[in-house]
């Protein structure tokens, strides 16, 4: 596979899995994970699917990174600094937490409530990233049957869940 079209058929994958584990966008790390894909490219063994090795390249670089900002944080800060760092910002009220995650919990339980093969398509599409292209090939089943189920599972969430929206 060409290194370029691999980049671009993982692109949106690479970014998500980034912002979902460092809660913010980061392009060097995204250079990162295909710079560490192409120094390893050897590595790769076709037991699994290309994708996977990707993601798992990117939540690693991911997790790296936030061990390492972590890490020069706390070397870095002196007691007054670590102090000041570690008061909380009252912007954000209990109650506001609390409405949150039962806000969360909702939408879970809503997403739960699903039949099983519209949650699956939910899953791999909304929540992990996947191309409708790339979840019928894992699902074995027409793009159409995929498009449709995805389109009548987020009626049903919207019916579930129009309170939220």
């Not at 290309?50 to 939540?59: D, F, G, P, R, V």
């Not at 699903?114 to 191309?131: A, H, N, R, S």
Request: glycine share 2%; aromatic share 8%.
């Amino acid at each position: 596979m060409d290194f370029n079209e691999l980049v671009k058929l993982n692109k949106n994958n690479v970014k998500s899995i980034i912002r979902l584990i460092t809660k913010q966008e980061n392009e060097d790390l995204e250079q990162e994970v295909y710079i560490k894909a192409w120094r390893n490219r050897e590595r790769y063994q076709e037991k699994g699917s290309l994708k996977s090795w990707i993601n798992t390249i990117a939540a690693n670089v991911a997790k790296d990174y936030l061990k390492s900002a972590w890490f020069k944080n706390s070397q870095n800060s002196t007691s007054d600094d670590y102090t000041l760092s570690s008061v909380k910002d009252n912007k954000i009220t209990p109650e506001d937490s609390v409405v949150s995650l039962e806000r969360q919990k909702r939408i879970i339980s809503a997403i739960e409530s699903l039949k099983p093969k519209m949650k699956e398509v939910i899953m791999l599409c909304e929540i992990q990233g996947y191309t409708y292209e790339d979840a019928s090939k894992k699902l074995k089943c027409p793009i159409g049957t995929i498009k449709s189920r995805i389109f009548n599972a987020k009626k049903e969430l919207g019916d579930k869940l129009e309170d939220l929206l």
